[in-house]
C-alpha cells in the first residue's frame, strides 16, 4: 500500500471521491469532500475472530457526520473495525484518518486538536522520524510508537483517540486529562465498541441497551447522568486522564495517566502571581489559536470569556468575531456589558437574542444533540449560539473551566460560608430546625429566600465539602425528589445518606480527606462537574453545527499549574478569580468585571412563570415519559403549580423535565412506535 493511500488523499475543490483497497485483508474506505474547512470517531473490536462487517463501522461513522461533515474514512481488519467523521482544521488537505505508520504496524483515527504538536514534530524530527503531513493526528500517533504511553502526558490538547497494533491486535483508546472530549465504551459478548457519542454504539447489532435506573435518578438529582455512567446500563464513559488496552484474549486494562494534584507553591509574591497569570493566559490562548481557519470568541461580558478574547486581539491581524447571547427583558441578561466590551478590544461583535419562545420551541433539537438527557443551564443558549457562531466560523474558543480552577462559583462560597456555620447549627440541635417553620407567603423573594435558607441549613449539617459539593449541584432537593418520584424509584435510588454515599464512590482516597473545605470542592468541580455536565454540553451544542469549541483554560499544563496556586489568590474575602480579576483589568474597560458573574444560563424562574412552562408542560403530557414509572404525574403538576404561583422556585427541575420528556419521545416513544 503506497504512502498516499495510507495518509489520505489530495483534496479536491467540489469533487467527491471513493475508492476501497484491500490488502492481506484490510479494508479502507475513504470519502472526501472538497477543499472545505473536529471529529467523531468510532469502532469495534468483535475479537476471536469474529468479522467486523465494514457496512457497520460506515453506518457508526454516518450517524456521527454533524461532527465531521467534511471527511471520513474507515478501516476494516478481520475482526477489528474502526472509522472517523472530520471537521478540517489543521491541515485541511493532508490531515484524512485513518492515519497510518510507514510501516503499516499501527493506524489511529482521533478526536481532537493537539496544540503543541509543531514543537513535538520538531523533537520527533530530531530523532529521526519521518512524516507525510503537518498533520497533528500524523504527530499523535508517531509520539506513541516513539514514547509509548509516557506520550500522553506530553500532549498539550483535547483528544479521545484509538490507536490499532495490527501486529499484536490491541486496541489503544485514550482520553484527554480533563475530559474535553467524550468517548463512550460498550462491552458485550466478549468485544469491545467505543464511540465519540452515544448514537454510534445503539446501530452495533446483536448488542442490547437498557435504561439505568441509577443513571435516571442523576438526571433528576444534578441534570446529568454522573460519570462514568450513561443513561444506558451497558454504556460507560472511559475517565478522563485514562487509557483502555485490550487485546485479542482477556481483558481490558484501564489505568490513569493523569489526575489533578494540589501542590501549593509559597515563593511568589501577590504581584508576581498575578504577573505569572497574565503571562500564562495569553500562552495558553495563542497555543489554542492553531488553526489554518478563521477562530472566533464565545463572550458573555465575564471575566473568563473577557480573558480570551482580550487574549486573541492581541496576537490576532484581524478584528476578532466575538459570539453573546441575550435575554432581552430578563434579569440575566449580559449583552450590554458584552457590548462595552467586545468595542474596548475592537472585536467585531454579532449577538444573538433568545427569546422565550424560540427557546421553547428548539427544547427537542437542543435535546437530540445529546444521546441522554441533558438539563445543563447552559445546553440551550450554547446550542443557540453554537448555530450563530458556525454562521461566521469553524472554531471558537470559550471560558470554561476558569471557575474550577481559580474558585469563580457562588456555590463554592457558599459551601464555605455552610462549613464555617456548622459547629453553631449544630450546637443549636433543633432549634436550626426553625428555618422549617417559616411561613409562605404572596411574594415569590420571600419564598426563594426561605428555599434557599433551607439549601444553606442542610448543606451546613453535612460532614464535609465533598458532600457538600453534591449538595450545591444539584437541581432538586432530597425533599422535592421524595414527592416528585415514585415510592419504589425512590426507596432504591434516594434517601438519608446519599450524599456521603456519593463522597465515598468518588473521593474514597486518603490523599482527598486532606486537602482543605474550599480544595475539596474544587477537585470535586474539576473531577465530577467539568466533564459530567460542563465540558458535556458544550461539546454537543457545539459539535451539533460542526463547530470546534476549544477551552485554553483546561491546557493540562495550565490545570497543573494553577493547582499549584494559593487559595489567598483565588479567593480574596467573597471575591473570586482574585489573581484572573487582576491579570486582566489593564486589558479592559474601566471597572468591567465588577458586575456580578452570570454567565451562559438561562432564566428559569422568569420563564416558567409565563408561556415557556406550556413547552415544557407540552412535552410531559405529549411525550410518553409521564408513563415512564420514574415520577408521579400528580407530583409534577403540583411542582408546575406552585412554580407558577411563586410559592417555590422549581425552575431547574421542570426544565429537567422537560428535556427528560423530549428524550423519552426521541428514544424510546419513537423506538417503541418503530416496533409496533
Not at 453554537?386 to 481559580?406: I, N, P, T, Y
Not at 409521564?626 to 422556585?649: C, D, I, K, T
Request: charged content about 20%; glycine content about 8%; proline content about 5%.
Amino acid at each position: 500500500m503506497s504512502d498516499r493511500r495510507r495518509t489520505g488523499i489530495a483534496l479536491q475543490i467540489n469533487a467527491r471521491l471513493f475508492y476501497r483497497i484491500t490488502e492481506r485483508g484490510v479494508s479502507i474506505s475513504v470519502s472526501v469532500l472538497g477543499s472545505i474547512i473536529m471529529c467523531g470517531i468510532a469502532g469495534w473490536y468483535r475479537r476471536s475472530g469474529r468479522a467486523v462487517p465494514p457496512e457497520v463501522v460506515v453506518q457508526q461513522c454516518d450517524s456521527i457526520v454533524h461532527r465531521g461533515p467534511d471527511d471520513s474514512g474507515t478501516l476494516v481488519d478481520g475482526d477489528f473495525g474502526f472509522g472517523m467523521r472530520r471537521l478540517s482544521i489543521i491541515d485541511i488537505a493532508g490531515g484524512h484518518q485513518p492515519i497510518f505508520t510507514p510501516d503499516g504496524r499501527y493506524a489511529i483515527v482521533f478526536n481532537g486538536e493537539i496544540y503543541n504538536h509543531p514543537e513535538l514534530r520538531r523533537e520527533l524530527e530530531a530523532a529521526g522520524v519521518g512524516f507525510t503531513t503537518q498533520s497533528d493526528t500524523e504527530t499523535l500517533l508517531a509520539s506513541f510508537v516513539h514514547w509509548g504511553d509516557d506520550a500522553w502526558l506530553r500532549l498539550e490538547g483535547m483528544y479521545a483517540a484509538a490507536i490499532w497494533d495490527r501486529a499484536e491486535r490491541s486496541l489503544t483508546l485514550a482520553r484527554d486529562p480533563l475530559g474535553i472530549k467524550p468517548l463512550y465504551l460498550t462491552e458485550q459478548h466478549g468485544g469491545i465498541a467505543f464511540a465519540s457519542e452515544i448514537r454510534a454504539l445503539l446501530l452495533l447489532p446483536g448488542h442490547e441497551f437498557d435504561i439505568d435506573e441509577r443513571g435516571v435518578h442523576d438526571f433528576f438529582s444534578f441534570g446529568h447522568v454522573q460519570r462514568p455512567r450513561s443513561i444506558y446500563r451497558q454504556v460507560h464513559s472511559l475517565e478522563p486522564g485514562h487509557l483502555l488496552r485490550i487485546g485479542r484474549e482477556g481483558d481490558g486494562v484501564t489505568r490513569a495517566f493523569w489526575k489533578p494534584r494540589f501542590a501549593v507553591r509559597h515563593d511568589l509574591s501577590e504581584q508576581e502571581w498575578i504577573e505569572e497569570t497574565r503571562s500564562r493566559v495569553q500562552c495558553t490562548v495563542e497555543q489554542h489559536m492553531l488553526a489554518d481557519v478563521t477562530v472566533g470568541a464565545f463572550l458573555s461580558g465575564g471575566v473568563d470569556s473577557s480573558a480570551i478574547a482580550a487574549s486573541m486581539t492581541k496576537v490576532s491581524a484581524l478584528p476578532v468575531k466575538a459570539f453573546t447571547v441575550g435575554f432581552p427583558g430578563t434579569s440575566i441578561d449580559e449583552t450590554a456589558a458584552a457590548a462595552r466590551i467586545a468595542g474596548h478590544l475592537g472585536c467585531e461583535h454579532i449577538v444573538l437574542q433568545l427569546e422565550p419562545v424560540a427557546a421553547g420551541d428548539l427544547l427537542p433539537a437542543v435535546q437530540a444533540a445529546f444521546d441522554e438527557p441533558c438539563a445543563a443551564t447552559a445546553a440551550v443558549p450554547i446550542w443557540h449560539l453554537s448555530r450563530l457562531a458556525a454562521q461566521h466560523v469553524k472554531v471558537v474558543l470559550c471560558g470554561e473551566g476558569a471557575d474550577e480552577l481559580f474558585a469563580g462559583y457562588k456555590r463554592q462560597r457558599t459551601a464555605l460560608a455552610a462549613a464555617r456555620w456548622r459547629p453553631l447549627l449544630k450546637a443549636l440541635g433543633p432549634i436550626a430546625g426553625l428555618v422549617d417553620a417559616l411561613p409562605e407567603n404572596a411574594s415569590p423573594q420571600w419564598n426563594y429566600l426561605r428555599q434557599n435558607a433551607r439549601r444553606f441549613r442542610d448543606s451546613a449539617m453535612l460532614d464535609n465539602s465533598f458532600q457538600r459539593f453534591f449538595a450545591g449541584t444539584q437541581i432538586s432537593s432530597p425533599a422535592v425528589r421524595a414527592r416528585l418520584y415514585e415510592p419504589g424509584f425512590f426507596a432504591r435510588q434516594d434517601g438519608p445518606g446519599a450524599f456521603a454515599r456519593l463522597e465515598h464512590e468518588y473521593f474514597d482516597v486518603p490523599e482527598a480527606r486532606a486537602l482543605d473545605p474550599l480544595q475539596q470542592f474544587m477537585l470535586a468541580d474539576i473531577s465530577v462537574h467539568m466533564p459530567g455536565s460542563l465540558l458535556n454540553r458544550l461539546d454537543r451544542g457545539s459539535m451539533a453545527h460542526s463547530l470546534e469549541a476549544r477551552v485554553p483554560f483546561l491546557s493540562h499544563g495550565f490545570v497543573d499549574w494553577s493547582l499549584t496556586m494559593p487559595t489567598a489568590m483565588k479567593l480574596r474575602g467573597n471575591v473570586g478569580k482574585y489573581a484572573l480579576r487582576k491579570a486582566v483589568e489593564p486589558w479592559l474597560p474601566q471597572n468591567a468585571l465588577g458586575k456580578r458573574k452570570l454567565g451562559f444560563q438561562l432564566p428559569f424562574a422568569e420563564w416558567f412563570r409565563g408561556d415557556f412552562s406550556d413547552f415544557a408542560r407540552e412535552a410531559w403530557h405529549d411525550s410518553g415519559a409521564m408513563r415512564s414509572g420514574y415520577l408521579q404525574p400528580a407530583a409534577v403538576e403540583n411542582l408546575f403549580a406552585e412554580h407558577r404561583a411563586g410559592v417555590a422556585n422549581h425552575g431547574r427541575i421542570l426544565y429537567a423535565i422537560a428535556m427528560f420528556s423530549c428524550w423519552w419521545q426521541q428514544n424510546i416513544t419513537r423506538k417503541e412506535y418503530k416496533a409496533a
